[in-house]
């Protein structure tokens, strides 16, 4: 019986692949089929889902830090959304039972405030799965986001222990013992070497931090995301992630097939999940409010508000909880479900153009921006800078390195990472922070004098976006970037970029010309 659901995943995500969309639509959909099929999920499904949840926690704590979830823009604009949120669900709720729509006339005021609250959060799985494929983890927005959905998952631990009654044990207090015990979490991260004791041990540390945080009467899955942030700070940390990846993908499969097996609507039931579907504008336009208020440049509000506007699993969690409890009809466990497929939907579609939409509108949300943008939103350039390299992961630091040492502190380098900015910078290297997809950015940079300009970029993508906005903004100088597939190659040299290296081909060959050097 499993096969089906294999089979199902990979026709439905394929189909919508070649037409432009991310597979996870597919997926929902092959959810839905397999349940209007009448096919029984198994215990297997459920355990793969949670599995792929509880790895991508993890991974999500290995790219962050404690300090960005102290920050004030994230804290307050958590908190200020899901109040705001709330409170605004219950007037459309008393609204429509007030115009005569049943499903919301026979509301309570608490049932509204359930529903509010649960639709408040956004979907942790969406959203990282967006953010991966698009290389933005560790850009502002990317970090903003990520940082939103770590706080709404401790407010849903506090909901869990408030609303089950099940208060932690007194042993939980030992949980604190995990943070002096960081550096022999880091020793066996050492030891796991790069081959396949690597993956396991990232197993072992998500499943370990799960089962220890739910033996003491902890949400487990914040388990997982406690041990990711403990071991962030690790040099191994990205390595140990990428190793992760491709099963934290595959486990996730099992979560979109889920939702389809919640329950099959009725047209009513779909009717009312399109009503909230339509309120996700809202939803937005909330979270740019409060970004916009606290400081945050345009952008920035405007990619992590469009990120965040979703519904998520956890709210299916809620109306659950409530429905065992007897405070709200099963119907809305549905009408939610619909909500929440819908949502990812509309989420996937448009956050890939994302960037597109703000070139389009930039003047428009640059209304909104504050006057005095916070400290870290401005923007500094090196002096006399003459080559840029945009992208300083592995293969942009080793260019970056190379240029230095040949034609000296011309060459300037550009991450979107904060934190490897300021080590480098620690270091007394040349280089900034940056997101190569900035409009904002490219339009206060001066570009003058720089002849070269390398991007070492994870997606074409992102490659051919930034080259569009150079030569937009009037820049004439050379541009190279690097690509891992033949056909990604001549897709770049289209959209204008002067040479493309692909390092998996090319590489061989420059390590084959070092070598003869020894013996010539």
């Not at 494929?133 to 970090?143: D, I, L, S, W």
């Not at 072992?204 to 089962?211: H, T, V």
């Not at 870290?376 to 992961?393: A, W, Y």
């Not at 570009?447 to 569009?468: C, E, F, G, M, R």
Request: a neutral charge.
């Amino acid at each position: 019986m499993e096969f089906i659901w294999i089979l199902f995943a990979f026709i439905c995500g394929l189909a919508v692949k070649l037409v432009n969309l991310p597979p996870l639509i597919g997926f929902l959909a092959a959810g839905f089929i397999l349940n209007f099929m009448q096919v029984q999920p198994s215990s297997i499904l459920e355990h793969l889902s949670n599995l792929g949840i509880t790895l991508m926690l993890f991974c999500i704590g290995l790219k962050l830090h404690v300090q960005d979830l102290l920050k004030r823009e994230v804290w307050a604009s958590t908190i200020g959304h899901m109040g705001a949120w709330t409170i605004l669900i219950i007037g459309v709720a008393s609204l429509l039972g007030i115009v005569g729509l049943h499903a919301f006339e026979i509301l309570s005021l608490r049932t509204a405030a359930l529903i509010g609250f649960a639709l408040s959060f956004s979907s942790t799985v969406c959203i990282v799965k967006l953010l991966e494929e698009a290389g933005e983890m560790k850009t502002r927005h990317g970090q903003l986001a990520l940082g939103i959905l770590v706080m709404q998952d401790i407010v849903a631990v506090v909901f869990l222990v408030l609303a089950t009654g099940k208060v932690p044990s007194i042993w939980a207090v030992l949980l604190f013992a995990l943070i002096p015990l960081r550096p022999v979490l880091g020793k066996l991260l050492n030891k796991s070497g790069h081959g396949e004791m690597l993956p396991l041990t990232g197993l072992f540390f998500a499943l370990g931090g799960y089962e220890l945080f739910y033996l003491v009467g902890v949400k487990g899955d914040l388990g997982a995301l406690i041990m990711g942030i403990l071991l962030a700070s690790h040099t191994k940390a990205s390595e140990l992630n990428k190793s992760l990846m491709n099963f934290k993908d595959l486990f996730l499969i099992g979560f979109f097939l889920s939702i389809g097996f919640s329950a099959l609507p009725t047209w009513s039931m779909l009717g009312l999940s399109l009503i909230l579907t339509a309120l996700l504008v809202v939803k937005f336009v909330l979270f740019f409010y409060f970004f916009t208020s606290l400081r945050l440049r345009g952008r920035t509000s405007f990619l992590g508000a469009l990120a965040l506007s979703n519904y998520s699993e956890f709210g299916l969690i809620v109306v659950a909880l409530s429905v065992q409890a007897g405070w709200i009809s099963n119907d809305w466990l549905v009408i939610l479900a619909l909500a929440v497929s819908f949502s990812f939907v509309i989420t996937s579609v448009f956050y890939r153009k994302a960037h597109s939409y703000f070139r389009r509108y930039k003047d428009i949300v640059r209304r909104y921006e504050n006057t005095v943008p916070l400290p870290e939103d401005c923007f500094e350039q090196p002096k006399n800078m003459e080559v840029l390299v945009v992208g300083l992961g592995r293969v942009g630091r080793g260019a970056f390195d190379s240029l230095t040492s040949m034609v000296g502190n011309v060459v300037a380098g550009m991450d979107a990472d904060q934190f490897r900015i300021k080590q480098m910078q620690n270091d007394q290297h040349n280089v900034f922070f940056g997101d190569g997809e900035d409009v904002d950015l490219w339009e206060h940079l001066d570009l003058s004098n720089v002849k070269l300009i390398l991007l070492a970029l994870p997606s074409a993508d992102d490659s051919v976006n930034v080259v569009k906005q150079l030569r937009s903004g009037g820049f004439h100088g050379q541009v190279a970037a690097i690509a891992r597939y033949h056909d990604e190659r001549d897709y770049m040299l289209k959209a204008g970029i002067d040479n493309v290296f692909n390092f998996y081909t090319e590489a061989g060959t420059g390590f084959a010309e070092e070598s003869l050097s020894l013996i010539r």
